[in-house]
Nanobody, 127 residues
Framework: QVQLVESGGGLVQAGGSLRLSCAASGRTSSSSVMGWFRQAPGKEREFVAAVLWSGSVIRYADSVKGRFTISRDNAKNTVYLQMNSLKSEDTAVYYC????????????????????WGQGTQVTVSS
């Protein structure tokens, strides 16, 4: 089992910035990728960004490219999401997730790749 704990959400004005953190614990040796997803009210959960622990692959949703940056600190088993130039449409609950190496062929942009999820952190952007 892997446990994930997100932090860093909050209320920010449009154009502002926030940095989310996600700390992983437990059997992290089986994890190969960390991802961020978000879910707005009445909408499906959607992919935001993902990074392999090796750092060799990073992916972003088109809607956040150029504004969000995902990074990781392997020594701390922590992944970050730096969010700049926030827009009202970025308002959502943000979840971090990781895999258990059960579906390595599934793209890292797909929800199906991920086995473990954090509890989520609310990000609200006021216009």
């Amino acid at each position: 089992q892997v446990q994930l704990v997100e932090s860093g959400g909050g209320l920010v004005q449009a154009g502002g910035s926030l940095r989310l953190s996600c700390a992983a614990s437990g059997r992290t040796s089986s994890s190969s990728v960390m991802g961020w997803f978000r879910q707005a009210p009445g909408k499906e959960r959607e992919f935001v960004a993902a990074v392999l622990w090796s750092g060799s692959v990073i992916r972003y949703a088109d809607s956040v490219k150029g504004r969000f940056t995902i990074s990781r600190d392997n020594a701390k088993n922590t992944v970050y999401l730096q969010m700049n130039s926030l827009k009202s449409e970025d308002t959502a609950v943000y979840y971090c997730a990781t895999d258990g190496a059960t579906t390595p062929a599934t793209p890292i942009t797909s929800i199906g790749r991920y086995d473990y999820w954090g509890q989520g952190t609310q990000v609200t952007v006021s216009s």
